[in-house]
Nanobody, 121 residues
Framework: QVQLVESGGGLVQPGGSLILSCVAS????????MGWYRQAPGKQRELVAG???????NYVDSVKGRFTITRDNAKNMVYLQMNSLKPEDTANYYC???????????????WGQGTQVTVSS
């Protein structure tokens, strides 16, 4: 069994910062890419930031220069540093990991339960 657990969400004023963390635990052989997605009410889930095992990153245009994704392969963790937050960043943020449970398995996507980020004065 594999679990992804996010933490670090909350209420913050515009211009503020938050750090999201996600840990993957359970029967895991290897994690390929990890990422953060978000979904606001009435909108589709979108990729916010992704990072490969080797550290290559990609971001949605709206967060470039404000958000930074990092990961710790030894701890199976991924982080999202969010600076200069805007009200439009308000959403439920989900952690994603593309991983395999055993060396002979295929890679599959796993998701966390989500953590709410609200940017409001």
């Amino acid at each position: 069994q594999v679990q992804l657990v996010e933490s670090g969400g909350g209420l913050v004023q515009p211009g503020g910062s938050l750090i999201l963390s996600c840990v993957a635990s359970g029967s895991i052989n290897m994690i390929n890419t990890m990422g953060w997605y978000r979904q606001a009410p009435g909108k589709q889930r979108e990729l916010v930031a992704g990072i490969t095992r080797g550290g290559d990153t990609n971001y949605v245009d709206s967060v470039k220069g404000r958000f930074t994704i990092t990961r710790d392969n030894a701890k199976n963790m991924v982080y999202l540093q969010m600076n200069s937050l805007k009200p439009e960043d308000t959403a439920n943020y989900y952690c994603n990991a593309n991983l395999r449970r055993r060396w002979y398995d295929s890679f599959n996507d796993y998701w966390g339960q989500g953590t709410q980020v609200t940017v409001s004065s």
